[in-house]
């Protein structure tokens, strides 16, 4: 990965939804959505920080939502199911 993170999760599954916020990242670049071994890591707020000095940190900071990939996609089918369900109201 190449990336440091001050605070990290590691790869695992898992059962529920976690929120992070402030998370730092040595990462070249940040994906808002994410998906690695069977979660999803959702990022907001994502902001570049470049700090001088001698423990200067370069990199980013993000609020991050981690949750199962099947909750992910259940959550994706019921918004749509409502899309859908507004949508015919509205014809």
């Known amino acids: 990965m190449g990336s ?3 605070w ?3 790869v695992c599954t898992l059962t529920e939804v976690i929120i992070i916020m402030k ?3 040595s990462a070249l670049t940040v994906k808002p959505i994410e998906v690695l071994g069977g979660n999803v890591y959702i990022r907001k707020n994502i902001v570049r920080i470049d700090n001088d000095g001698d423990e200067g940190f370069h990199g980013w900071e993000y609020d991050e939502t981690v949750l199962p990939l099947e909750q992910y996609l259940l959550a994706i089918e019921v918004m749509g199911q409502r899309i859908t369900n507004l949508m015919l109201e509205v014809m």
């Open 4 to 6: 440091v993170y001050r």
């Open 23 to 25: 998370v730092q990242s």
């Open 8 to 10: 990290a999760l590691g």
